[in-house]
Nanobody
C-alpha cells in the first residue's frame, strides 16, 4: 500500500523560496517514479517535476531553473525546492507516484497514487 504525505507549503512573497517534502511509504526507490503535480484555482492539474527510480529528473518548462526535485532514499522522502517563486506558482501541490522505473510523462494522468496536497501561496 502506497501512502504519500506532503508537508512544507505556506505563504511567501514573490521571489522567495519554499521546500516541499513528501514522505513516501510503500513506494520503494527501485520501483517507483515520483513526482509533483500542482493545481491552481480554476485550472487543471499540471505536472511540475518528476524523479525516476534511477535518479533522472524532468521538469515543466514553467519551473525549469527555479525548482529542483530530489529524493533522500534513506528517508524515502521526495523534495521540491522552489526558488524565485512567482504569483503564478500559487497552487495546491500534490506528491504523486506510479510503479514505473522511468517517469514516462509529467502528465497527471500518468500517476496512480496521490497525497492529500499542500497549499503554496505566492503574493
Amino acid at each position: 500500500h502506497v501512502q504519500l504525505v506532503e508537508s512544507g507549503g505556506g505563504s511567501v512573497q514573490a521571489g522567495g523560496s519554499l521546500r516541499l517534502s513528501c514522505a513516501a511509504s510503500g513506494a520503494t526507490a527501485s520501483s517507483y517514479c515520483l513526482g509533483w503535480v500542482r493545481q491552481a484555482p480554476g485550472k487543471e492539474r499540471e505536472g511540475v517535476a518528476a524523479f525516476d527510480a534511477d535518479g533522472s529528473t524532468s521538469y515543466a518548462d514553467s519551473v525549469k531553473g527555479r525548482f529542483t526535485i530530489s529524493k533522500d532514499n534513506a528517508k524515502n522522502t521526495l523534495y521540491l525546492q522552489m526558488n524565485s517563486l512567482k504569483p503564478e506558482d500559487t497552487a495546491m501541490y500534490y506528491c504523486a507516484a506510479v510503479r514505473h522505473f522511468h517517469c514516462e510523462s509529467l502528465s497527471p494522468g500518468a500517476f496512480t497514487y496521490w497525497g492529500q496536497g499542500t497549499q503554496v501561496t505566492v503574493s
